[in-house]
């Protein structure tokens, strides 16, 4: 997990200097970013449909909600990124 956070971190700092509008090409940190993030959600969501246990299944929901989060903050949106894990996740 704390490897995942580093290489998010990584793209953000790479991509602070990116334009900002809508039609700019994506980065290559940020596609593998958003591959990395979308197959670890995945699994996780499997994880939380799957579980037997109700709590389980309630962490798992958690960790989906942190790489969406990661995955918002990644796409330049920071702010939609905390606002993802403050109030979804921290409930």
Not at 24 to 47: D, I, M, N, Y
Not at 60 to 87: D, E, K, R
């Given at each position: 997990?704390?490897?995942?956070?580093?290489?998010?971190?990584?793209?953000?700092?790479?991509?602070?200097?990116?334009?900002?509008?809508?039609?700019?090409?994506?980065?290559?940190?940020?596609?593998?970013?958003?591959?990395?993030?979308?197959?670890?959600?995945?699994?996780?969501?499997?994880?939380m449909v799957?579980?037997?246990?109700?709590?389980?299944?309630?962490?798992w929901l958690?960790?989906?909600?942190?790489?969406?989060?990661?995955?918002?903050?990644?796409?330049?949106?920071?702010?939609?990124?905390?606002?993802?894990?403050?109030v979804y996740?921290?409930?």
């Amino acid at each position: 997990m704390s490897a995942l956070l580093m290489a998010v971190g990584s793209v953000l700092a790479q991509g602070a200097g990116a334009p900002a509008d809508a039609g700019a090409a994506v980065s290559a940190g940020e596609a593998v970013a958003f591959w990395v993030l979308g197959v670890v959600r995945t699994g996780r969501r499997a994880g939380m449909v799957f579980a037997r246990n109700a709590v389980h299944s309630a962490l798992w929901l958690a960790m989906t909600m942190l790489s969406l989060g990661a995955l918002y903050m990644v796409q330049q949106a920071p702010f939609l990124g905390f606002v993802q894990i403050i109030v979804y996740t921290a409930r």
